[in-house]
């Protein structure tokens, strides 16, 4: 059903907003696929590396719906119709669903009006996304009363997330590395901070990609840096 779906929306949507295709580094994934493990295996292979995920069910009415909805987890489930979400949603009440009819089989939209719903789904998924995220590191932080440090670690704590979906932006070493220099802390303090949060190893191997890759000097580091193998494979995902 939805066969066209992803090659319409990959050769025009840039048009149509903020969004642009690319082949690498995806802020966001969109999936049209079967209720099936492979579906599954591939969802899970993104949301684990902590990059959201749109599916779009192909043959969502399907008796293999009950199933194997439980093996699907994406950000966002996408639906061409009403009768599909409502199934979904009996199935999975706290799945997020939106509707957007798919204008190569239904008169009741248009390929502008679902390219610009289509924007408009992308953004926000990847809005909350990114806030859920930095919620979750800001949680991490309540017990750190100093301010500083807390600015410093948080922007770790995003580089390790950062890492960790193999998207790690210039910008990002380069506000680390702002921060680290224009920042006043106390480096025993900061150390221990570190070692409480279990962080030494990471923010070692850290200190020596923002020497080599951003502008980050010795005199700066709260800790020594480290050129070991972390840092080395950090260097792959630099965009």
């Known amino acids: 059903m939805n066969k066209y779906l992803l090659s319409t929306i990959s050769e025009s949507i840039s048009a149509f907003g903020d969004v642009e295709v690319v082949d690498t580094a995806p802020d966001l994934v969109h999936i049209c696929g079967k209720w099936s493990s492979a579906s599954a295996t591939t969802i899970k292979h993104y949301t684990n590396k902590g990059v959201p995920v749109v599916f779009t069910p192909a043959n969502g009415l399907t008796e293999q719906l009950t199933t194997l ?12 119709g009403p ?28 390929k502008t009006t679902m390219f610009r719903l289509f924007n408009e789904l992308y953004v926000k998924t990847y809005n909350e996304h990114e806030a859920h995220v930095k919620e979750v590191i800001q949680q991490k932080l309540k017990g750190v009363s100093d301010e500083a440090i807390k600015d410093i670690i948080a922007l770790l704590l995003y580089l390790q997330y950062a890492y960790k979906r193999e998207t790690i932006r210039q910008t990002l070493l380069d506000s680390l590395s702002d921060t ?29 990609l923002l020497e ?21 494979h950090m260097t792959k995902y630099i965009i």
Do not use: W
Request: hydrophobic fraction near 40%; include cysteine.
């Open 180 to 208: 680290l220099i224009n920042s006043d802390y106390d480096e025993g303090a900061m150390h221990k901070t570190l070692s409480d949060m279990r962080l030494l190893s990471f923010a070692a191997s850290s200190m020596a």
């Open 69 to 80: 909805s439980c093996m699907l987890a994406p950000t966002v489930f996408h639906c061409c």
């Open 83 to 110: 009768a599909e979400a409502r199934l979904i949603k009996k199935i999975s009440p706290n799945a997020p669903i939106v509707v957007i009819a798919n204008e190569n089989f239904t008169s009741t939209t248009d």
């Open 212 to 232: 080599e890759k951003s502008h980050l000097t010795e005199g700066f580091m709260p800790i020594a840096s480290s050129a070991d193998k972390q840092m080395k």
